[in-house]
């Protein structure tokens, strides 16, 4: 397999699998907000999450982003989120 080939991996910050990217969510923190990066092109501190219901769940039961990004977290981002998997 050459290099072009390689499908970039990340891991997901609730269940610690490491997945490639376009199954993967990316959340960035910028200006003190969390936004969602579809594009996966904005600038900031990104983490990335398991795009099914499980993993979303435990995102915000476990309060993983309120320590990762060490602020209190909009529950509205979690909203975004299950109805962005359920699309």
Same mark, same amino acid.
């Given at each position: 397999m050459s290099k072009s080939n390689k499908i970039p991996e990340r891991m997901c910050i609730v269940c610690r699998e490491m997945k490639p990217k376009n199954e993967l969510i990316r959340l960035v923190l910028i200006d003190n907000d969390i936004k969602i990066d579809a594009k996966q #092109?904005?600038?900031?501190?990104?983490v990335w999450v398991d795009r099914n219901a499980t993993c979303i769940h435990n995102l915000e039961k476990r309060k993983v982003?309120?320590?990762?990004? #060490?602020k209190?977290?909009?529950p509205d981002i979690y909203k975004e989120l299950e109805s962005m998997i359920n699309e």
């Open positions: #092109k904005l600038p900031g501190r990104g982003l309120n320590r990762t990004f #060490k209190e977290i909009n």
